[in-house]
């Protein structure tokens, strides 16, 4: 059964996205695969700021996704993949959202979304780091057409990963 995409829209964060994220990120479900709690109200404050001057920079950032009715559910986006290990260099796309709005279709559409921009940019792949027992994650990975290329460790955490990864 293939059903319609919601309506969607990405837009770059603003100063006062980073009070909705935290609040929305706060949901322990939420964040069980990003260390289980949200982080403090300034690391969303420095998150979206840097993602403003990543997309004027770059043309893409994680952009906060905006349903139908102009609220803001979460992000997805892209942007170069920050850790010393891993995918070096690489472009990671990524996405989280808000847990009342799971299961609804919003992170395929803002994420088939975020392709077109990154193509636009002139990006040629994108990789997703997500971890192996995300299988919400895993499964918008598969709806993008990525493919599994690697499997790995995480240095801190020791949990089990999975990269992967789509030409654009």
């Known amino acids: 059964m293939n059903r319609a995409l919601p309506d969607v829209r990405l837009r770059v964060p603003t100063h006062e996205d980073a009070v909705t994220w935290h609040r929305i990120f706060a949901d322990p479900d939420v964040m069980e695969f990003h260390g289980g709690?949200?982080?403090e109200l300034s690391v969303y404050e420095e998150l979206t700021a840097r993602q403003r001057r990543h997309?004027?920079?770059?043309g893409f950032c994680f952009w906060s996704m905006v349903d139908g009715d102009?609220?803001?559910?979460?992000?997805t986006g892209a942007q170069p993949w920050g850790r010393d290990w891993g995918p070096v260099g690489e472009i990671e796309i990524g996405w989280r959202l808000?847990?009342?709005h799971w299961g609804k279709g919003f992170v395929t559409a803002a994420a088939h979304e975020t392709l077109e921009r990154l193509r636009a940019a002139g990006l040629t792949s994108v990789v997703a780091m997500v971890?192996?027992?995300?299988?919400?994650?895993?499964?918008?990975?598969r709806r993008l057409g990525m493919?599994?290329?690697?499997?790995f460790t995480t240095p801190g955490a020791k949990r089990q990963g999975h990269c992967y990864r789509l030409d654009l």
Do not use: C, M, P, Y
Not at 55 to 58: K, N, P, S
Not at 147 to 151: A, C, K, M, N, Q
């Open 37 to 39: 709690k949200a982080a």
């Open 55 to 58: 997309d004027a920079e770059h």
């Open 70 to 75: 102009g609220e803001v559910i979460g992000f």
């Open 98 to 100: 808000g847990r009342a």
């Open 131 to 141: 971890d192996a027992r995300n299988e919400r994650s895993i499964a918008v990975t």
């Open 147 to 151: 493919r599994l290329t690697e499997t």
